[in-house]
């Protein structure tokens, strides 16, 4: 979508830390996406997008059509399950929920429970902004830049950027792009813009916000994972 080359072609490919010329790697979309499964911009049986009469769905909810999905194809186990981030959430809880699936599970850069957020735009307008010519073009490009803040430890971005300035010599003491991760953060958010769905980061978002393994399982993180040997 980007055009740029993801994580995972370092990662997935002929003699590759997932080597495709040893396993087979399935790799599905989940429901609430824009970018491939039903989801908020998906047409409902009326003709007109879901939007905001979408279900709000959970990390659980995703792993469970994932699950829907190998039981299909006749797969009971699975090797390894890979994710990160949010992928990293859905690995957990396959691990919790359904602890006979895979024999090992790689969780990266995640966590077993998310802090909530929220943000806003007018022009979100309840969600019923498909084909009225505006979208939340701006609140979905502030949430993307604040997130990717999230993504990058201060120590990364600071190796990476500094206070270097961004093509001028001095700062500019207004409010253009002076330094060279504000433009960088912008580029991030107006990019997204393009290709994603806001309604669709609102209902992923949001499962993320409710993900708490722990609080599936009486409040202890440890009786979550008590039934898997992965």
């Known amino acids: 979508i980007t055009g740029k080359p993801g994580w995972w072609e370092r990662m997935v490919g002929p003699g590759k830390p997932i080597d495709t010329d040893r396993f087979h790697v399935i790799c599905a979309n989940v429901i609430g996406s824009c970018l491939g499964s039903t989801g908020p911009a998906s047409l409902a049986p009326d003709g007109a997008p879901y939007a905001m009469r979408f279900p709000v769905i959970t990390i659980r909810d995703m792993v469970r059509g994932l699950v829907g ?55 979100w307008q309840g969600g019923d902004y498909y084909g009225k010519g505006a979208s939340p073009d701006a609140g979905l490009s502030v949430a993307r830049m ?21 093509d001028r010599e001095a700062k500019s003491f207004g409010f253009d792009a002076d330094f060279q991760v504000e433009s960088y953060l912008r580029y991030q958010g107006s990019g997204f813009v393009q290709r994603f769905d806001a309604n669709s980061y609102l209902y992923i978002t949001r499962a993320m916000d409710y993900f708490d393994i722990a609080e599936e399982h009486g409040g202890l993180l440890a009786t979550a994972f008590a039934g898997t040997r992965a």
Do not use: C
């Open 69 to 123: 999905l190998l039981d299909e194809l006749g797969i009971a186990r699975l090797h390894t399950v890979v994710g990160g981030s949010m992928g990293g959430m859905q690995a957990l809880s396959l691990a919790a929920n359904w602890p006979d699936r895979a024999e090992r599970v790689l969780a990266i850069a995640t966590t077993a429970r998310h802090s909530a957020q929220n943000m806003a735009d007018p022009a």
């Open 146 to 166: 604040a997130a990717h803040i999230t993504y990058l430890s201060e120590e990364g971005l600071t190796e990476k950027f500094g206070r270097r300035l961004q």
